[in-house]
């Protein structure tokens, strides 16, 4: 091992990239979702800084934290497997479950229930606009 601190930093990058990915996608169809639902038409300051802290708060709030506690979980630093590289390691238990590995399963059904919900919402636009043209006949 030529470089132990570059597989740590690496290890518990990689564990914060699936959680980060996922979150990601939540955040982008939350918003997706908020726009198809039209809810508000005009947003105050104080209604842009709160989505602004909870995108910031699921999207690098809980990567961090699941890096963090990574750490309680984690059997040995790393493995390092030939052509792949620096391997995090989860020392398989029930608070493994909960602390790192339910995270982008989880993350990722939410996210296909907010594009799920915000693609009825674009198809009951699409409805009702072409009932509005038809009924102008144009």
Known sequence: DIAPIWCDITTKLRVGADVGNAA???CLMRQLESIAAARQIHFSPSD?????????GVGLGLPTLVMILHVVVQGHR?????????????YWSYPALFFVTIWPPFLLT?????GALALRLFLARRYQFAKLLESSKS
């Open 24 to 26: 990601a996608s939540v």
């Open 48 to 56: 842009r800084r709160r989505q602004r802290m909870i995108d910031l």
């Open 110 to 114: 939410l996210a296909a229930a907010y």
């Open 78 to 90: 790393y493995d390092i497997l030939q052509r792949v590289g620096c391997i995090a390691t989860v």
